[in-house]
């Protein structure tokens, strides 16, 4: 457990969409596929209140913060902070809306 192990775990997390996989527990992973065409600003909320539940079941992150969401044609690009106990991670993502 040291903090290349937690990048590797967020990275893993926001990979996996929740429920489709049988090898994964129903709390592991993310629900982005349910966003694609829906309105920009209820996808914005949406994407840091599911963005911080999936990270927050992993027990060395302490929170979930610092949100910054931009839109280019059907991308959002996302970057947030990840503080855990082996220190904060800066997290850039992108998702297909």
């Known amino acids: 457990d040291n903090k290349d192990a937690l990048i590797q775990t967020i990275y893993l997390i926001l990979q996996t969409e929740r429920y ?12 982005f596929d349910s966003l694609i065409g829906k309105n920009r600003d209820y996808v914005t ?8 539940e999936a990270l927050m079941e992993d027990d060395r992150i302490l929170d979930v913060i610092n949100f910054v969401i931009e839109y280019k044609d059907e991308v959002a690009s996302i970057q947030f902070l990840v503080q855990s106990n082996m220190g904060d991670v800066e997290i850039n993502w992108e998702v297909s809306i």
């Open 20 to 31: 489709e996989s049988v090898i994964y527990n129903w709390y592991y992973g993310i629900e």
């Open 45 to 52: 909320s949406e994407l840091k209140r599911r963005i911080k």
